[in-house]
Structures are given as structure tokens and as C-alpha cells.
């Protein structure tokens, strides 16, 4: 199971990404509407939601094959 995302502070690894230009002027505009404090505020927090989306899936999926139906 994936640890909840906190603002706790934790050691972090600065990494090098590369966007298309309409992905760094979607998170740019975000950041200047105060949505996200910076970039990789923006690229975290989307990360996080796909980790906890895909973890939802497979917890679905899971639970799916350990009951079976019953119609």
C-alpha cells in the first residue's frame, strides 16, 4: 500500500524532466493562479493522484477476485 502524501518534510532527489511546451504552460499557467506553488509542487501532486488512482484500481481489482458474485 502507498504512504499517504504529507507536507511532512522528507528528503527529496532532485531529478531532470522533459515537457512538451503545452505541458510546461499548463502547469506555468497553475502555478500563476496560486494553484501550485511551483512546478514540482505541480508535477508532485500529480504524481501522487496517479500513484493513489492506480493504487485504488489494483485494490479494486483485487477485492474483485476474492468475493465472487452472486446473482
Not at 33 to 53: G, K, P, Q, W
Amino acid at each position: 500500500m502507498l504512504e499517504p502524501y504529507s507536507m511532512t518534510p522528507r528528503r527529496k532527489v532532485q531529478v531532470s524532466v522533459t515537457l512538451n511546451e503545452d505541458q510546461l504552460a499548463w502547469i506555468d499557467k497553475h502555478v500563476n493562479d496560486n494553484r501550485f506553488a511551483t512546478r514540482s509542487h505541480a508535477i508532485v501532486y500529480a504524481l501522487t493522484h496517479l500513484m493513489r488512482e492506480e493504487e485504488a484500481a489494483r485494490t479494486s481489482e483485487e477485492g474483485n477476485h476474492k468475493v465472487p458474485c452472486v446473482a
